[in-house]
Every structure is written in C-alpha cells, then in structure tokens.
C-alpha cells in the first residue's frame, strides 16, 4: 500500500474531515470527487504533509509518520502536488522544469537529459527557453506538471489541474497525466469538480461529502451501481450544493 490513513481526523473552527479508512494502491490513478467545502483539498494537503492533521494515523509504503523533520521532508519529496493555480517562477520554461533537480542535486547531465525528456513528453520541447510568464495556462500547467514529476515522485497528487481550462488542453493533460502513470507508474491522485473528468481517468473514485468518504471504489461501480444516495445524486449531477 502506498498510502493508508486511518481515523484521520482535522478541525479547524469545526471539524471539517474524518476519516475512517482511506487507502491508496500503488501504480493506480485516483479520482477524487464531492461538493465544495466537502474536504478535498484538505485531504489532499494532509497527504502531502502541508497540513497537520489532529489525530489518526498516516503510513506511507508501510511505515508510520516519521517525527524528525529532516525525515519527513524527505517523505514529503517522495509526493508532488499541483494546484489549479500555477506558479512557476518568473524564469526559462527549462529552468522551471529543472529547479527540483538542481534541488535535489541532480548532476549537469543528468538534468539536461531528464528535462529534455519531460518536455518532449508534454510536447513542449520548442518552448524550452521561453520565459514561464509568457506561457498560456494550459501551456504553464503542462509545465507545472513536468516540473512536479522530473524527480519522479511515487505519488502526484493534482487539485483541480485542469479548471479553467480548454477542452483541448483538458485533453492534452488528462493524456499526459494516463501517460505519465503508465510509463513511470506514479501514482496519481487528482481531486476534481468534474464527474465526467473523473470517470475519464480515474480507476477507483473517492466520493467526498462533509468531511466524510461516504463511498469509494472502481470508477464503473461508483458511476454504474452507485450504493449511497448522495453519491448517485453527485454522479448523476443532482446534487445542489
Ligand atoms: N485554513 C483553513 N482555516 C479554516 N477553515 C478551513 C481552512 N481550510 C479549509 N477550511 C474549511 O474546511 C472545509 C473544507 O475545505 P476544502 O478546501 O478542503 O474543500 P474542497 O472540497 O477542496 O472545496 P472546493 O471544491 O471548493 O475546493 C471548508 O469548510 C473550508 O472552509
Ligand atoms: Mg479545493
């Protein structure tokens, strides 16, 4: 198991998640969907340790949550996360995909090899040394993406990466994310508003509502034979929230 949390529990003002069980198998694409304000975020922030979470267990690949800090960094670089609204640093579209190389002391070779590669996967390679904040938002989400995985995380975890944007680099991302899962088996998991996004790509969908997971599991059952009400509701676009 790559990921399992189990009793999670985070309040801020209220409680705003519990979760009982939740876990997340290696090499799969995850969808997670619910209602604004259900917690999706905040289980996405919990997993890649941005947030701290009240109480409950965390494990990731079999091993509980270590306390030193240096450690846990060095689980957290283990995930990558990518919100719906990038920031790439005002710099080459190159140098963005390579900062967490240089980070993480990758040799010359090595980055170019590797950032030559991912901007060629994300069909990119002839923007290589336009200025980030030049690029269009699907353009600078590809990147986004491409820079969140050159030091290819076992787990990339997406909120929302393709709100705001075009069919045509809807598709474009959906692609290379199936892509991505396939050919360096990350896992992925990619909170969404769109049920139709979810059903595209996901293998197994976690439905959110109110801080609980009221039903998960593979995407066909959760879209076909539904077994809670106000996930049939959500599914079949019901749900008023
Ligand atoms: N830093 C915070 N302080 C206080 N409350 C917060 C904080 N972050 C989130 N919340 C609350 O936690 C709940 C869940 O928020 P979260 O952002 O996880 O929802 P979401 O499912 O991602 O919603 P959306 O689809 O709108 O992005 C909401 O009620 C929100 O107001
Ligand atoms: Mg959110």
Known sequence: ??????????KYDKEVLKVDKLLFQKGLIYGIIGP????????????????????????????????????????????????QKTLLF?????????YGLKARGFSRSEITQRVGELLEQVGLQELAFRRADTL?????QRIAIARAVAFEPHLLLLDEPTANLDPGNIELIEKMIRQLNRTKSITVVMVTHNVFQAHRIAQEVIF????RIVESGPTEQIFEEP?????KAFVEGRMIY
């Open 36 to 83: 604004s304000g259900a917690g999706k975020s905040t289980l996405l922030r919990i997993i890649n340790l941005l947030t701290p979470f009240n109480s409950g267990t965390y494990q990731f690949m079999g091993r509980p949550l270590p306390s030193n800090g240096q450690e846990r960094l060095k689980l957290q670089r283990k995930m990558a996360l990518v919100f």
């Open 208 to 211: 959110i509502h109110e801080g």
């Open 1 to 10: 198991m790559l990921v399992e949390l189990t009793d999670i529990r985070k």
């Open 227 to 231: 077994l809670d009400p106000r996930t």
């Open 136 to 140: 269009s938002g699907g353009e600078a």
């Open 90 to 98: 005002k710099d080459s579209v190159w140098n963005n995909v390579a």
